[in-house]
Protein backbone atom coordinates (compact mmCIF):
# COMPACT_ATOMS: atom_id res chain seq x y z
CA UNK A 1 0.00 0.00 0.00
CA UNK A 2 1.79 3.45 -0.93
CA UNK A 3 1.55 5.98 1.43
CA UNK A 4 2.47 9.46 0.74
CA UNK A 5 3.09 11.89 4.36
CA UNK A 6 3.95 15.43 3.99
CA UNK A 7 5.72 17.60 6.66
CA UNK A 8 7.41 20.96 6.88
CA UNK A 9 4.61 23.56 6.65
CA UNK A 10 4.45 26.79 8.63
CA UNK A 11 3.49 29.89 9.50
CA UNK A 12 6.24 32.88 7.88
CA UNK A 13 6.49 36.53 6.71
CA UNK A 14 6.44 37.43 3.34
CA UNK A 15 9.41 36.96 1.34
CA UNK A 16 10.77 34.05 3.56
CA UNK A 17 11.64 31.10 2.86
CA UNK A 18 10.02 27.43 3.89
CA UNK A 19 10.80 23.63 2.95
CA UNK A 20 8.06 21.10 2.31
CA UNK A 21 8.96 17.06 2.33
CA UNK A 22 7.32 14.06 1.49
CA UNK A 23 7.53 10.82 1.94
CA UNK A 24 6.37 8.16 -0.20
CA UNK A 25 6.01 4.75 0.49
CA UNK A 26 5.03 1.20 -0.43
CA UNK A 27 5.90 1.10 -3.74
CA UNK A 28 8.95 -0.50 -5.94
CA UNK A 29 8.42 0.38 -9.35
CA UNK A 30 11.33 3.05 -10.79
CA UNK A 31 8.73 5.02 -12.96
CA UNK A 32 6.89 7.89 -10.47
CA UNK A 33 5.46 11.08 -10.85
CA UNK A 34 5.69 12.77 -7.38
CA UNK A 35 3.58 16.78 -7.25
CA UNK A 36 3.10 19.55 -5.21
CA UNK A 37 -0.76 21.00 -5.67
CA UNK A 38 -2.48 23.79 -3.08
CA UNK A 39 -5.47 24.77 -1.92
CA UNK A 40 -6.58 28.16 -0.51
CA UNK A 41 -10.25 28.58 1.38
CA UNK A 42 -12.83 29.16 -1.18
CA UNK A 43 -10.42 28.34 -4.35
CA UNK A 44 -9.96 25.16 -6.04
CA UNK A 45 -7.16 23.16 -5.64
CA UNK A 46 -4.18 23.48 -8.07
CA UNK A 47 -1.19 22.36 -9.30
CA UNK A 48 2.03 23.62 -7.92
CA UNK A 49 5.08 21.44 -9.00
CA UNK A 50 5.84 17.93 -10.21
CA UNK A 51 8.65 15.63 -10.91
CA UNK A 52 8.87 12.81 -12.82
CA UNK A 53 11.23 9.95 -12.39
CA UNK A 54 13.24 7.45 -14.61
CA UNK A 55 17.16 7.32 -14.66
CA UNK A 56 16.56 11.43 -14.80
CA UNK A 57 14.11 13.86 -13.12
CA UNK A 58 12.04 15.79 -15.24
CA UNK A 59 10.13 18.99 -13.64
CA UNK A 60 7.19 21.19 -13.83
CA UNK A 61 6.25 24.42 -12.21
CA UNK A 62 2.79 26.21 -12.29
CA UNK A 63 3.58 29.97 -13.85
CA UNK A 64 2.97 31.56 -10.42
CA UNK A 65 5.94 29.60 -8.80
CA UNK A 66 8.58 29.53 -11.30
CA UNK A 67 11.87 30.69 -10.22
CA UNK A 68 10.64 31.02 -6.23
CA UNK A 69 10.02 26.87 -6.18
CA UNK A 70 11.95 24.03 -6.58
CA UNK A 71 11.06 20.53 -6.58
CA UNK A 72 13.07 17.77 -6.23
CA UNK A 73 13.92 14.07 -5.01
CA UNK A 74 15.68 12.10 -2.84
CA UNK A 75 15.23 8.63 -4.06
CA UNK A 76 17.25 6.88 -1.56
CA UNK A 77 15.05 8.39 0.78
CA UNK A 78 11.92 7.77 -1.02
CA UNK A 79 11.46 11.82 -0.59
CA UNK A 80 10.17 14.63 -2.35
CA UNK A 81 11.32 18.31 -1.25
CA UNK A 82 9.25 21.77 -2.50
CA UNK A 83 11.60 24.32 -1.74
CA UNK A 84 9.36 27.55 -1.62
CA UNK A 85 11.67 31.06 -1.38
CA UNK A 86 10.04 34.18 -1.80
CA UNK A 87 7.01 33.59 -0.45
CA UNK A 88 4.07 35.95 -0.99
CA UNK A 89 0.56 35.94 1.45
CA UNK A 90 -0.75 34.27 -2.03
CA UNK A 91 1.12 31.59 -1.39
CA UNK A 92 -1.02 30.56 1.45
CA UNK A 93 -2.71 27.12 1.24
CA UNK A 94 -2.97 23.26 2.33
CA UNK A 95 -0.12 22.21 0.61
CA UNK A 96 -1.06 18.73 -1.05
CA UNK A 97 1.49 15.59 -2.45
CA UNK A 98 0.77 13.47 -4.52
CA UNK A 99 1.98 10.63 -6.15
CA UNK A 100 1.63 7.96 -9.06
CA UNK A 101 3.85 4.92 -10.36
CA UNK A 102 4.08 3.10 -12.99
CA UNK A 103 4.13 3.36 -17.00
CA UNK A 104 2.00 6.16 -16.95
CA UNK A 105 3.90 8.28 -14.96
CA UNK A 106 5.24 10.81 -17.32
CA UNK A 107 1.91 11.27 -19.32
CA UNK A 108 0.56 12.58 -15.59
CA UNK A 109 3.50 14.67 -14.78
CA UNK A 110 3.40 16.40 -18.65
CA UNK A 111 -0.30 17.25 -17.76
CA UNK A 112 -0.53 17.57 -14.29
CA UNK A 113 -4.26 16.25 -14.16
CA UNK A 114 -4.89 15.83 -10.44
CA UNK A 115 -7.58 12.79 -11.16
CA UNK A 116 -4.49 10.93 -12.78
CA UNK A 117 -2.72 11.03 -9.52
CA UNK A 118 -3.35 7.74 -7.22
CA UNK A 119 -1.98 8.59 -4.17
CA UNK A 120 -2.62 11.89 -1.95
CA UNK A 121 -1.52 12.96 1.76
CA UNK A 122 -3.60 14.53 4.35
CA UNK A 123 -1.93 18.22 3.70
CA UNK A 124 0.56 20.61 5.41
CA UNK A 125 -0.59 24.31 6.00
CA UNK A 126 1.74 27.05 4.33
CA UNK A 127 0.36 30.70 6.14
CA UNK A 128 2.36 33.82 4.80
CA UNK A 129 1.90 37.04 6.23
CA UNK A 130 2.35 40.24 5.45
Known amino acids: QVQVVESGGGSVQAGGSLRLSCVVS????????MGWFRQAPGKEREGVAR?????????YYADSVKGRFTISRDNAKNTVYLQMNVLEPEDSAMYYC??????????????????????WGQGTQVTVSS
Open 98 to 119: AATVGRYSLSTCATGMMGDFDY
Open 26 to 33: GYTDSTSC
Open 51 to 59: IYSRLTSTT
